[in-house]
Nanobody, 126 residues
Framework: QVQLVESGGTLVQPGGSLRLSCVASEFTLERYAIGWFRQAPGKEREGVSCISRSGGSTLYDDSVKGRFTISKDNAKRTVYLEMNNLMPADTAVYYC???????????????????WGKGTLVTVSS
């Protein structure tokens, strides 16, 4: 059974940094593109960033470009989201999701993901 488990969410002050982790169990990351998504209270879930199966292609939403960095360690079956210069607008539950794809690219379209984790809460507040 495919499972994704996020961790690393916590309370952080504006301007601070945080690293989220997404660990995949029972499957190899080389077969899946992985995306990070977030959902703020009262808002729809939105795509933040993704990384291709090989790790050679990444994508970022404009709202996080230059502040967030996605990476992966296939041996550890883990995808990371490094978040810097955090703002209150980044407050949300962050989810990772897997897309079983043959593509060399990746997507942050919510409806195209095959498996989801349960999320980890990031709160940016002073």
């Amino acid at each position: 059974q495919v499972q994704l488990v996020e961790s690393g969410g916590t309370l952080v002050q504006p301007g601070g940094s945080l690293r989220l982790s997404c660990v995949a169990s029972e499957f190899t990351l080389e077969r899946y593109a992985i995306g990070w998504f977030r959902q703020a209270p009262g808002k729809e879930r939105e795509g933040v960033s993704c990384i291709s199966r090989s790790g050679g292609s990444t994508l970022y939403d404009d709202s996080v470009k230059g502040r967030f960095t996605i990476s992966k360690d296939n041996a550890k079956r883990t995808v990371y989201l490094e978040m810097n210069n955090l703002m209150p607008a980044d407050t949300a539950v962050y989810y990772c999701a897997a897309d079983y794809t043959q593509s060399t690219a990746c997507t942050i379209i919510v409806g195209l993901m095959d498996y989801w984790g349960k999320g980890t809460l990031v709160t940016v507040s002073s």
